[in-house]
């Protein structure tokens, strides 16, 4: 259905006249003959850049050069972007950019990219041509780098982990050896790589479905821990239950939940974390409230947990719940108390989704017109008073707590 988009039909149709030519290339081709939905449709073209710009314009269709220098153009019709770039060949590369040069021959752009089943191109007419071998292997669910693995990575070491993405994306079985086995020899080049460049595969590669049987093979062949050193403590013996967790309460899969059970919850080194690997602002701050949220002990009063609520957030608790929960589910076969625990948690998970976070009643206005001068002593008064009222649940209302305010004013 996505082939006969009208949209599609007539960006190949502006390329495929004139001498021009433009396929469907990559993701788009890789996922429809495996039978998956396919997200955005890439297309690749002999045409220069210039050229689909001139020829969009005279069309009508509008144009954004997305990432001229790379040569993609991003043709937009009917609010749908497709990416539009020339084929190129490799000119030379440090192992972190590749200098790229245009060019016009469907083998050699073929080659250039990394992995066999994502080096097909489907033409105007829906024929699938394959120039790597990637048919087999698209059949076969194999995930193989185009030509000598050692050297493609060499190329690119970001190859490495789009390796492992893509397996625990549409592999079956084992990883092919010969990759596993570069990718292992060249796993010190992760280091070599932009911050960015790696978070940003990471993310995508924990965001996968399931990404259980990669992140075994990245710990296997050692480059798990290159990119996350603060995963050698648990490693990733909390994720298979994770998963199995997401799946049965019907949770989105979340990178950063997943990352959360591999790492200790550690702040300070979650911060160092964060920065090494250049997380966003959110991110790591959604790593650090779930760090320093505490661990849910095993009969915690729903009471108790409203009292952590209030003091720790919304968010990290949820996080830590979900992984407690995950973890006693996994361990609950067989054992009662695991059982129960979860049972606990699933309560409480309800309970943080709902929690609203009441505000306390009193403010630095009251203790100062209860006679207490201007200074520290307001902060600290207000602070023992907010503790009690949070040790009673909330429940005291302003009145009371403002009779508390004046009793202990009085006792100075
Ligand atoms: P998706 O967009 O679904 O994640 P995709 O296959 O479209 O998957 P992209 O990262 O969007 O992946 O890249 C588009 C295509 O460009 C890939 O299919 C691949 O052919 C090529 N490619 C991308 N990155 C590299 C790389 N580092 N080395 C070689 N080829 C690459
Ligand atoms: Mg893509």
């Known amino acids: 259905a996505w082939f006969a988009d009208p949209a599609l039909r007539s960006v190949l149709a502006l390329l495929n006249s004139d001498g021009g030519e433009g396929r469907v290339a990559g993701g788009a081709v890789r996922n429809s003959l495996m039978g998956l939905p396919v997200a ?80 097909l191109y489907a033409t105007a007419d829906g024929t699938v041509i394959d120039l790597v071998n990637g048919l087999p292997d698209i059949e076969s669910r194999t995930v193989r780098f185009i030509g000598d693995a050692a050297t493609r990575i060499a190329e690119d070491h970001l190859r490495i982990l789009r390796f492992f993405r893509f397996f625990a994306l549409y592999g079956s079985g084992r990883p092919d050896a010969d990759g596993l086995r570069a990718c292992a020899r060249a796993k010190g080049s992760l280091g070599k790589l932009s911050a960015e460049r ?5 993310k995508k590669l924990l965001a996968a479905p399931d990404p259980g049987r990669a992140l075994l093979w990245m710990r296997q062949a050692g480059v798990l821990t290159e990119i996350l050193p603060e995963t050698e403590k648990w490693g990733i013996d909390a994720i298979p239950g994770l998963i199995e967790a997401e799946k049965a309460f019907g949770w989105t899969p979340d990178a950063l939940l997943r990352l959360a059970a591999m790492v200790p919850a550690d702040r300070e080194r979650l911060k160092a974390m964060a920065e090494r690997l250049r997380l966003s602002k959110a991110e790591a701050a959604t790593m650090d409230y779930c760090a320093s949220a505490p661990e849910i002990a095993p009969k915690l009063a729903e009471t108790a947990f409203d009292r952590l609520l209030y003091r720790h957030g919304q968010q990290g608790l949820t996080m830590r719940v979900k992984l407690a929960l995950a973890s006693a589910r996994a361990r609950g076969l067989g054992d009662p108390e695991a059982l129960a625990f979860a049972g606990l948690c699933q309560r409480l998970l309800a309970r943080a989704q709902k929690w609203q976070k009441p505000s306390f009643p ?12 201007a200074g520290p002593k307001v902060g600290s008064l207000l602070g023992v008073i907010e503790d009690e009222w949070v040790a009673g649940n909330f429940h005291d209302g302003r009145a009371k707590l403002l009779a508390r305010l004046e009793a202990l004013a009085k006792e100075g």
């Open 40 to 119: 955005d449709v890439d297309i690749a073209t002999t045409l220069r850049p210039d050229v689909v710009v001139e020829r969009a314009k005279a069309a009508g269709i509008k144009a954004v050069p997305t990432g001229i220098e790379h040569g993609t153009v991003t043709l937009v019709i009917d609010g749908k972007p497709f990416e539009v770039t020339t084929l190129r060949r490799d000119v030379s590369t440090d192992g972190r950019h590749a200098d790229v040069a245009f060019g016009t021959d469907w083998q050699t752009d073929a080659e250039r990219r990394d992995l066999t089943i994502n080096a």
């Open 198 to 202: 790696v978070w940003s595969e990471t």
């Open 362 to 373: 009193l403010n630095g206005a009251d203790v100062l017109a209860s006679g207490i001068p």
